[in-house]
């Protein structure tokens, strides 16, 4: 492992294992800790003129770029300790013989069996392919491929109906595709022109790795790229799909025969529910647009489509040669990664996703003690709480509107640390074939999701592994979820100062509450369901405000030429300015409540309230490659680290107050946005 991440492992783990003298009011920092924050610093940086660089700067120039990573920061170091962690459970595992997840770790690290079984285990599949013949041929192989959680031709996901959302709907939408979005089909810039040149090239290699002539590989390859460049014709770009009323066009069996002429009854067959009532289109344009696509497409072409992304899918579960090219092309030309990850990291990766529960019982029982959980459980309380103490400071809101919105946020239910009910993976089969077993799990997952089509809708049920390092809100369910794996340094300790943990994972709940009022959460109402529940004149003035974040993001360049786009990112960006509001203010509220002195030192030349705003910004540390910022600034509705930090705080004017920044500096402008 690289020795920068070593380094920062240690460092994290001692700032674990130092105990406090004077939890639990958390007043001051242990050594670990404050040595950590003040070498993450660049003090000879201004704070007003660029505060991501005052706070991160000397992580930074300190930190490599890791190898085999293509963006490195403190979200990434946390994923690389857990892993860690994982690591140990799943090598501790592989020592019982008749431990099924130990099993599975097993066989994905066996190399030398899997370059033994070269394509034997894709080979019924890949004869299914060389059956199709038409379109219905097509939609039952189709169907078979979504059993295995293969994205092929279009997505099929279950949740709930945005109109009904104790049901569970099925929505199909817009994909298929092998480059990261449509745009890539149809840019013009010289990069996103070499980029499909290279594409090109890789289609065509991993034919030739799987028997084909060099010849009949380009040739297979170029008809792919001409018939994916028809499904990117057909698609919505990405800012378009953000809107839910987009995503949302619901339709009987018979409504979706007559909507798209496609044998949808052999496709809903091969998927083992010939029963399903309805479906939503995610957008009902593609299908239209998908009928013409796949009537007009030669045979053949339906079959090279199918090879290709059966292999793409099954790529890293293959001998070296496919490993080595598939990274060549999707790590090294695309995101700019100069080396392979280790395989011990990709099995993790791949237990998780299989096994997560299994793994995460574990990882949880190691990690995520009793009182982080009720550390964790008193700080949403308190955002909570903050953010219903800003509502009556909102000027725009009506009376009736805010009432709703405080409801809406009581009626969030959190989440924290694990599930309730764990999974019982005892009927998925696990075997000492890599990929055999990795199909096996994918079926197993899918087989749950496609049962609950058309069904009651599962509360308890958690749509991430407890040592995942992310958190969500989901608005058809209204609640908040936050994995133990995120409530680990540099996020949360239960016993750092609170000013670390509210501007650290404060900030991360502040930022899932505000999802459920950003442009998009905030059309479902407190029980999830879709529907306007603003006064039309509210709901204008918020467009108002949105449109100024919108443009204000628009402004920012992540690389020469290349800017987010704020339309893209929206909701991430209104998410990012209301929760640091929000986690600020409930900060301010607990050191008032435990007699802690805001603007008394902390640590090292900072105040409690200085310390909240640097332990947020360093939250957002981060490095990565041109090759990435720009996949990222097409695809990610987040924006670049870099303006995670700046945008919210430029645009609060605590923030300023804090670091006495004079009006009219880059951190304290005079033109601001404001939503929440």
Not at 237 to 255: C, I, N, Q, S, V
Not at 597 to 603: G, S, T
Not at 641 to 666: D, H, K, S
Request: hydrophobic share 40%.
């Amino acid at each position: 492992m690289d020795r920068s991440i070593l380094l920062a492992v240690a460092t994290l783990l001692a700032a674990c294992k130092t105990p406090r003298s004077d939890a639990p009011g958390a007043h001051v920092a242990n050594e670990a800790t404050s040595a950590e924050v003040t070498a993450a610093m660049d003090r000879a940086t201004d704070p007003c003129d660029d505060f991501y660089r005052f706070a991160c700067g000397g992580w930074i120039d300190a930190t490599p770029l890791p190898p085999d990573q293509p963006r490195y920061g403190r979200f990434q170091a946390l994923r690389e300790r857990n892993n860690l962690v994982l690591k140990g459970i799943l090598e501790r595992a592989a020592t019982r013989p008749d431990d099924k997840l130990g099993q599975f770790w097993r066989s994905c690290m066996d190399e030398s069996a899997i370059e033994s079984r070269g394509l034997a285990t894709l080979a019924p599949t890949l004869a299914r392919v060389d059956e199709v013949s038409d379109a219905a041929s097509l939609f039952a192989l189709i169907g078979a491929l979504h059993r295995r959680e293969q994205r092929v031709l279009f997505d099929l996901d279950v949740e709930p109906d945005y109109k009904a959302p104790d049901v569970n709907l099925a929505f199909l939408s817009q994909g298929g595709l092998g480059l990261p979005d449509r745009e890539f089909y149809r840019g013009t810039d010289a990069r996103l022109v070499a980029m499909r040149e290279g594409y090109l090239a890789h289609v065509a290699r991993m034919f030739e790795l799987s028997g084909m002539a060099p010849a009949a590989a380009t040739a297979a390859a170029g008809d792919v790229f001409a018939f994916e460049q028809q499904l990117a014709e057909i698609a919505l770009p990405r800012e378009d799909l953000r809107e839910p009323e987009t995503r949302y066009h619901k339709l009987d069996r018979a409504g979706l025969d007559a909507h798209a002429a496609l044998p949808w009854t052999a496709y809903f067959a091969a998927l083992g529910r010939p029963d399903v009532k309805a479906v939503s289109l995610a957008p009902a344009s593609y299908f239209t647009g998908l009928a013409a696509v796949v009537a007009k497409a030669p045979p053949a072409t339906l079959r090279h489509y199918l090879r290709w992304h059966i292999l793409h899918d099954a790529a890293q579960r293959l001998p070296a040669a496919f490993v080595q090219a598939d990274f060549e092309f999707y790590g090294k030309t695309l995101r700019g990664q100069a080396e392979l990850a280790p395989r011990w990291k990709r099995c993790v990766e791949e237990s998780d996703r299989a096994m997560g529960e299994t793994i995460g019982r574990e990882f949880v029982a190691e990690h995520f003690g009793a009182k982080s959980r009720d550390v964790a459980v008193a700080m949403i309380q308190q955002v909570e709480s903050a953010f219903a103490v800003g509502l009556p400071q909102l000027s725009w809101m009506d009376a009736a509107t805010r009432t709703a919105a405080e409801g809406k946020m009581r009626a969030i239910v959190n989440k924290i640390g694990y599930p309730e009910q764990w999974r019982d993976y005892s009927k998925l089969a696990v075997g000492d074939d890599h990929l055999a077993n990795v199909v096996a799990a994918s079926e197993f997952d899918a087989a749950r999701r496609i049962a609950d089509i058309d069904g009651p809708v599962d509360s308890k049920r958690w749509e991430m592994t407890p040592p995942t390092v992310n958190a969500y809100y989901n608005p058809s369910g209204n609640e908040m979820v936050f994995p133990a794996g995120i409530l680990q340094p540099p996020f949360f300790h239960h016993e750092w100062p609170m000013a670390m943990n509210f501007g650290g994972i404060g900030m991360v709940m502040g930022h899932e509450l505000t999802h459920g009022f950003d442009d998009q959460g905030r059309k479902f109402d407190g029980d999830g369901t879709l529907r306007e529940w603003w006064a039309p004149e509210v709901g204008k003035r918020f467009e108002e405000r949105a449109a100024c974040v919108e443009e204000l993001y628009s402004g920012y360049e992540v690389q020469p030429g290349v800017h987010l786009s704020g339309k893209l990112t929206l909701g991430e960006n209104i998410a990012d300015l209301g929760g640091i509001k929000d986690s600020h203010r409930a900060f301010l509220q607990w050191a008032a409540d435990n007699g802690v002195d805001p603007h008394a030192q902390a640590m090292d030349g900072l105040t409690h309230e200085q310390l909240f705003f640097v332990a947020f910004s360093q939250i957002w540390c981060s490095k990565s490659t041109p090759e990435t910022d720009q996949v990222m600034a097409m695809t990610d509705s987040h924006s670049h680290p870099r303006y995670r930090v700046n945008g919210p705080l430029a645009n609060l004017p605590e923030f300023g107050a804090a670091f006495a920044c004079e009006a009219g500096t880059p951190m304290r402008p005079t033109d601001t946005c404001e939503v929440w």
